[in-house]
């Protein structure tokens, strides 16, 4: 058990704020994930599936039913110009939002064409190298909206093509091998204002792994307002930075364990969790209250 103790108040929730379903690259269904994680204790948390919001209306059922309260959420892609031709990648996670705001639908109704035609990108390429692969195959490992590289290279590794999910990366689709193809890429500042546009708010999500810290000044400009600085990938130093980095731009702080349901993650939905304050900020970001 990962216990984190982000708050100095006496009124706080184990909570988990990023956790994925089968309508992205998890191995879920929403309602099956929020039965495990209200076994294990969970309090607060939200779906944040990539590019998806299909999830949220069986989440938000789960939740009324296992007594929790639910924050709807989506984990959305962002890349900054860090010098003339250079991006860097930031996912940023909206929290609370409208999801039936329309500006939301469209623009995730744009998102899946461009992964559609990026798959189409890859699979021609890898075609190219001689290796062929259905697009039917690779959309059968996509059990909700978001198809992307995760079921591409599961589909290689299921047609013997590589060894490994990673080898898949490491040796055809991963940034600049040969069968990469570019994602669209959005600014921050158009996420950002989308999110607040919805009513959400929008969250740094995992900075650590995008290895760059000198991007938070430019996406606090941009407009981001919290910074995850608890993850189940983080040491206590990795923690304890980014709390401070939070603290020090008044920023808040959220956490979670980015759960997919993989096999390579041997944890459930609940085992992981930080003891979440800003309660107030939570209830009024809520789709389902805690009962």
């Given at each position: 058990?990962?216990?984190?103790?982000?708050?100095?108040?006496?009124?706080?929730?184990?909570?988990?704020?990023?956790?994925?379903?089968?309508?992205?690259?998890?191995?879920?269904?929403?309602?099956?994930?929020?039965?495990?994680?209200?076994?294990?204790?969970?309090?607060?948390?939200?779906?944040?599936?990539?590019?998806?919001?299909?999830?949220?209306?069986?989440?938000?059922?789960?939740?009324?039913?296992?007594?929790?309260?639910?924050?709807?959420?989506?984990?959305?892609?962002?890349?900054?110009?860090?010098?003339?031709?250079?991006?860097?990648?930031?996912?940023?996670?909206?929290?609370?939002?409208?999801?039936?705001?329309?500006?939301?639908?469209?623009?995730?109704?744009?998102?899946?064409?461009?992964?559609?035609?990026?798959?189409?990108?890859?699979?021609?390429?890898?075609?190219?190298?001689?290796?062929?692969?259905?697009?039917?195959?690779?959309?059968?490992?996509?059990?909700?909206?978001?198809?992307?590289?995760?079921?591409?290279?599961?589909?290689?590794?299921?047609?013997?093509?590589?060894?490994?999910?990673?080898?898949?990366?490491?040796?055809?689709?991963?940034?600049?091998?040969?069968?990469?193809?570019?994602?669209?890429?959005?600014?921050?500042?158009?996420?950002?204002?989308?999110?607040?546009?919805?009513?959400?708010?929008?969250?740094?999500?995992?900075?650590?792994?995008?290895?760059?810290?000198?991007?938070?000044?430019?996406?606090?400009?941009?407009?981001?307002?919290?910074?995850?600085?608890?993850?189940?990938?983080?040491?206590?130093?990795?923690?304890?930075?980014?709390?401070?980095?939070?603290?020090?731009?008044?920023?808040?702080?959220?956490?979670?364990?980015?759960?997919?349901?993989?096999?390579?993650?041997?944890?459930?939905?609940?085992?992981?969790?930080?003891?979440?304050?800003?309660l107030e900020q939570w209830h009024r970001l809520s789709s389902v209250s805690l009962v």
């Open positions: 058990m990962t216990v984190s103790n982000c708050s100095r108040s006496p009124q706080r929730l184990r909570a988990d704020l990023h956790l994925h379903t089968m309508h992205s690259d998890g191995a879920l269904t929403p309602s099956a994930l929020l039965r495990i994680a209200a076994g294990n204790g969970l309090k607060l948390l939200s779906i944040t599936d990539h590019d998806s919001v299909a999830g949220i209306p069986e989440a938000e059922r789960a939740a009324h039913k296992y007594k929790l309260l639910f924050i709807p959420g989506v984990e959305l892609e962002a890349f900054i110009e860090t010098e003339p031709g250079h991006y860097h990648s930031v996912h940023l996670l909206g929290y609370g939002l409208n999801y039936r705001e329309t500006a939301l639908v469209e623009y995730l109704a744009e998102i899946r064409e461009a992964r559609l035609e990026r798959l189409q990108g890859m699979l021609g390429k890898l075609r190219n190298l001689g290796i062929k692969v259905d697009f039917s195959a690779v959309q059968k490992n996509a059990t909700g909206e978001s198809v992307g590289r995760v079921h591409l290279a599961r589909t290689l590794k299921q047609n013997n093509h590589v060894q490994s999910f990673d080898q898949a990366f490491e040796r055809y689709i991963g940034n600049d091998r040969p069968a990469y193809v570019a994602k669209p890429r959005h600014s921050p500042r158009k996420i950002i204002r989308l999110i607040h546009d919805c009513g959400g708010i929008a969250v740094w999500a995992h900075p650590y792994f995008t290895g760059n810290d000198d991007l938070l000044p430019e996406l606090i400009k941009q407009g981001v307002d919290g910074l995850e600085a608890y993850h189940h990938e983080f040491n206590q130093q990795t923690t304890e930075h980014y709390l401070q980095l939070a603290e020090q731009n008044n920023l808040l702080i959220t956490g979670g364990s980015d759960f997919h349901g993989t096999m390579e993650e041997q944890f459930e939905p609940g085992d992981w969790w930080y003891e979440a304050n800003s």
